[in-house]
């Protein structure tokens, strides 16, 4: 399966993903990685697999509908299937959700429905759960709402949000690969 991974931030799952396609273990290749941050470190994870980047800025365009237009675009001259995102921050609108429907992926760090949105981790220590974990769902027009495919528990380390973080990561990284797997395999 040819796809592109959309991210934001460092790039953690982004690289995840890669190396496990490298093992021979996800039958996929990443074609392009997009993202709204031109500085943000999975740019420079990317150039280190010497994989594409399509990088924008949401203010230089006048509309969501615009600059995905313009995303749309990059994917399709790149023969793009699945959109995988990967700290991606912005909401994905109607325009790329129609261009490619029940083809986007999320991956979020709570047992959703609990804990949507921004800062999960820190939301659900702050609500003194006793175990939170990943989801990695479909992506529909709302903020982490989409169909789920797949979760994972973890214990949260008391008083030590760092380690709790840690853990959270670590198997995202792991749900992520997994989950794609099964996915492109079915
Ligand atoms: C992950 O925790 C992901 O679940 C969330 O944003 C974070 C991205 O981390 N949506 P990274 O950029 O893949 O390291």
Known sequence: KKIAVFASGSGSNFQAIQEAIL???????IELVVTDKPNAFVVERAQNFQIPTFAFQ???????????????????????EW???????????QTLLSAFPMRIVN?????????????AIGQAIDH?????????????EGMDTGPILSQAAVEVVEG??????????ELEHELYTNTLKKLFES
Do not use: C, W
Not at 107 to 119: C, E, Q, R, V, Y
């Open 58 to 80: 949401a203010k230089n365009y006048d509309s969501k509908d615009h600059y995905e237009r313009e995303i749309i675009n990059q994917l399709q001259e790149k023969g793009v």
């Open 160 to 169: 030590d949000q760092e380690a709790t973080e840690k853990r959270i990561h």
């Open 23 to 29: 093992r021979g273990e996800l039958n996929a290749q």
């Open 83 to 93: 959109i995988v995102l990967a700290g991606y921050m912005r909401l994905i609108g």
């Open 128 to 140: 003194g759960v006793k175990i939170t974990g990943v989801t990695v769902h479909f992506v529909d």
């Open 107 to 119: 991956i979020h760090p709570s047992l959703l429905p609990a804990f949507p949105g921004k800062d």
